[in-house]
């Protein structure tokens, strides 16, 4: 058989197959389609520090080139998640990298420091991308800021962070 492993930093994936955050949910939603253990990794909808019910209806467009979303990050906030979500990503078997949102700094690096007594969780994402949040926008349009939250969550956390960036920048 053939290995398709991937090292990306610390986290050693199965194979390059991850699911992007926001589209799997939690993954129930998706498990009647196929065997999500044969899946590289999973990333599931972004997690606020507080549950969040996103945009109202409707969410997406279709367009002739794809599909648009604004969901508003609805989710059931970092509680739910790490009560009743987690563990069952867990279980699935592939790397689970845990995507946050915070509204400031000190929200993504109390999210992290938390998400960090969870050694099983392969990486942490950071949604600095998301205009949803107050600032979200500002963080990854700006280079400074965009480092500096990212600097101060891995002083929060053992896991490797991912920044999620935006391509709303023009250079």
Known sequence: MVDLSVQLNRIRLPNPILVASGTFGYAREMSCFDDLG??????????TQKPRKGNPPPRTVETSSGLLNSIGLDNDGLDAFLEKHLPYLLSLGPPIIVNIAGHDIDEFVAMAARLDRFPEIAALELNISCPNVSGGIDFATDPKLTRRVVSEVLAATKHPVIAKLTPNVTD
């Open 38 to 47: 044969r899946l590289g990794g999973i990333i599931p909808k972004t997690v």
